[in-house]
């Protein structure tokens, strides 16, 4: 069955580091890949989009990459700050008009 | 602020009760999707509405039912409530026929707690 994987437990970094969040996928060959971010008893709001054809995407301090022969996504935030505190989730799209498969999420906690 | 509104933000029901979650998409959005989201998990897709239709379910059993409106606002209805029917419910709405079509935006959510 399809399973999407993100490191379960929080990722703690210090203010001015670059967090790094993966995501893993099985038995899935999705058309993109998305990133979302989701604050406490909010909904998930969209961060980055990536195809499959592509191999980087970078948003002001967000760069994503997405490696469909590793079947890998990394998402990486630079210069990160305490605001950036959240749960990152990573989601799968297999194209056309078909909805996400989202993965658990990550945790980041940066502390100043 | 994504624009896309749900109602209620929190709701009490015990088992075997019947609830109905309420959103109003983003303007000019056709599409609205439903998520539940258990503690510590991810959302898990449960239906989706186009233009009136349901297009495309999760794996969930047919007491989960749904609504779409000509003004494409959208509801969610279980039935016979159980426990774990517990989860924050999202709705995301989206706008299909253009290349962004594939993102979501979401409501808050609402929180339903079944005792």
């Known amino acids: 069955s399809q399973k999407i994987e993100q490191n379960s437990e929080a990722l703690n970094i210090q203010e001015g580091k670059t967090a790094t969040l993966t995501c893993n996928y099985t038995?899935?060959?999705?058309?993109?890949l998305q990133w979302y971010r989701q604050d406490p008893g909010r909904g998930p709001v969209f961060l980055l989009l990536i195809r499959e054809n592509e191999k980087e995407k970078r948003k002001e301090r967000l760069k994503v990459t997405f490696d469909t022969t590793l079947k890998q996504s990394l998402f990486h935030i630079t210069a990160s700050q305490p605001a950036d505190s959240a749960t990152y989730l990573c989601a799968l799209g297999p194209g056309g008009y078909s909805t996400l498969t989202f993965g658990k999420g990550t945790m980041l906690l940066v502390s100043p | 602020e994504t624009g896309v509104t749900q109602s209620p933000t929190h709701l009490i029901k015990t088992r075997g009760q019947q609830v109905t979650l309420r959103c109003s998409s983003q303007s000019g959005h056709n599409t609205v999707s439903w998520y539940q989201q258990a503690l510590g998990q991810g959302p898990q897709f449960i239906f989706q509405?186009?233009?009136?239709?349901?297009?495309g379910r999760g794996n969930f059993p047919p007491r989960f039912s749904g609504l779409q409106f000509p003004n494409y606002s959208s509801e969610l209805n279980v039935n016979a409530l159980e426990l774990d029917d517990s989860a924050l419910y999202l709705c995301?709405?989206?706008?299909?026929?253009?290349?962004?079509?594939?993102?979501?935006?979401f409501g808050s959510g609402t929180q339903l707690s079944v005792l």
């Open positions: 509405y186009y233009r009136e239709e349901e297009n």
């Open positions: 995301a709405s989206s706008l299909r026929g253009v290349a962004t079509n594939e993102k979501l935006f």
């Open positions: 038995n899935y060959s999705p058309a993109y």
